[in-house]
């Protein structure tokens, strides 16, 4: 059988793309103690299986393709699944692809609730009844995340309990966990939960072996020595990122450094740089944050903290273990900005606020964070601190401050994240920006709020608009 070279390029890319959205999804059903193992191509289903203890599996079908996955896509599923009869009662159908058919999307979404819609698409797309018994099953994981490998690398980096620099840990997903996966694709094999535990486990035992300062061979008398020796006399200070990673993985030596370092207020933290990256490990952040605001008396260290924090508020936090990052970040940010010098970091404080909002972490996953019923909540922190930004700003940033929160909220209909639809801060950092100019702004007030209307009426048809009449019913209209 001959392929043309297209054809080629694309199945070798699409099994690439299948490998990262399987590689994604078993990291992420990790948070459930239940889940065991993922089932690559297994016999008479086309992609994987996620399976659980007492043989619950989740479908599913990765389709990386440009055109949106449509009703015949999913008929053509279904029928290999009802004819191969391997459907649990349990079970469900995840569908992985980069677009769907938006009223596919929607029929699948709603058909549990609407006995109409399986007369439809049993009439429209030719669906049989046992296509329509499992259609309630069926669930969609859509969009280019699906299949971004960069979320595997921020995924292990939470998931292991220590540190290691950024090569190590590409080289550890990529030549272990990603080619473990690829491989058991070939030979439909399974890769289970404590597979990938074990390699974390042999991985910790090789970062604690290369160190010279810190390996298991070194009595821990002389380990405690050496840390409180180099932190009290910064100039014999020369841990390598190779002792950095050793010293992580023993939490008695990490609290021991650290609680040392909380009780300094003269370190130039800069020389530190490595120990900080411990900030995914929960049971060290809030120590690392203590130690950066008891050292903020520089403006060396209040510029090393203000690129750090840029450096990470895009990070994965919190998706396995609850953390108080952002929260801790915005406690920095109104120590900064309420000192003397606060007026010289406006701007950059404003750039940190900025990308903690527009970077909004639960679209990247299908698994629901730990940290997702917080969000509302630090969102609502993180406007308090953008409202300080706002009063000690110029026109300039102040304009950007409210360009900001127009594109990251929607101030007239919000599905309910909040009880005023944005945190209250938005609401009284625009009337001030509005009160500032009232005749040379209301009518870009309202522009905004016409379109955001317009936005949201879109979903109910191509003909409705708004002619300033809220017409959802409610009392909410701006």
């Not at 380990?223 to 010293?247: C, F, Q, V």
Request: hydrophobic share 35%; aromatic share 14%.
């Amino acid at each position: 059988m001959t392929h043309n070279r297209r054809q080629g390029a694309n199945n070798i890319k699409g099994t690439n793309k299948q490998t990262v959205a399987a590689t994604s999804l078993f990291l992420q059903f990790l948070r459930y103690p239940d889940f065991s193992y993922i089932h690559l191509e297994p016999t008479g289903f086309q992609d994987f299986n996620l399976v659980f203890n007492g043989g619950k599996k989740i479908i599913c079908e990765s389709k990386y393709r440009n055109n949106k996955f449509s009703y015949s896509d999913l008929k053509t599923i279904l029928d290999n699944i009802t004819q191969k009869d391997a459907f649990g009662k349990d079970d469900k159908i995840l569908i992985v692809c980069k677009k769907a058919n938006e009223s596919l999307f929607s029929l699948v979404k709603n058909i549990k609730y609407f006995d109409y819609l399986k007369d439809k698409i049993k009439k429209n797309n030719n669906f049989s009844d046992e296509n329509i018994y499992l259609l309630p099953k069926v669930e969609f994981w859509t969009g280019e995340n699906a299949f971004h490998k960069g979320t595997i690398y921020e995924l292990v980096k939470e998931i292991i309990d220590f540190w290691i620099p950024s090569e190590d840990l590409t080289s550890f997903v990529d030549s272990i966990l990603i080619q473990q996966i690829s491989e058991k694709s070939e030979s439909g094999g399974t890769y289970k939960r404590s597979d990938f535990y074990n390699e974390i486990k042999m991985l910790k035992t090789r970062v604690e072996d290369r160190s010279d300062f810190f390996n298991n061979k070194i009595e821990m008398d002389d380990k405690l020595l050496k840390i409180e020796k180099d932190i009290y006399n910064t100039k014999t200070h020369k841990w390598g990122t190779g002792s950095i990673s050793a010293l992580s993985t023993d939490p008695d030596l990490m609290f021991f450094a650290i609680n040392k370092l909380k009780n300094c207020n003269n370190l130039v933290l800069k020389k530190w740089h490595n120990l900080w990256q411990l900030n995914r490990n929960s049971h060290y952040l809030f120590s690392i944050f203590k130690v950066f605001e008891n050292n903020l008396h520089t403006d060396e260290n209040r510029k090393y903290v203000l690129n750090y924090l840029k450096m990470h508020v895009q990070d994965i936090h919190g998706f396995y273990r609850a953390d108080f990052f952002r929260s801790d970040v915005v406690k920095i940010i109104n120590k900064i900005i309420t000192a003397n010098a606060g007026n010289e970091y406006l701007y950059e404080t404003f750039r940190i606020v900025h990308d903690m909002l527009i970077c909004d972490k639960k679209y990247l996953f299908y698994v629901k964070s730990v940290s997702d019923d917080r969000d509302q909540w630090e969102k609502g922190e993180i406007c308090k601190a953008l409202y300080k930004i706002y009063q000690l700003a110029d026109n300039a940033l102040k304009q950007k401050v409210f360009d900001l929160l127009i594109s990251v909220f929607n101030i007239v209909e919000d599905d309910g994240d909040f009880n005023h639809y944005a945190p209250p801060k938005v609401y009284t950092i625009i009337n001030e920006w509005l009160d500032e100019d009232f005749e040379g702004r209301i009518n870009k007030l309202t522009e905004k709020i016409t379109k955001q209307y317009d936005d949201y009426y879109k979903k109910f048809g191509k003909k409705v608009s708004f002619t300033g009449w809220e017409l959802m019913g409610g009392g909410t209209a701006f």
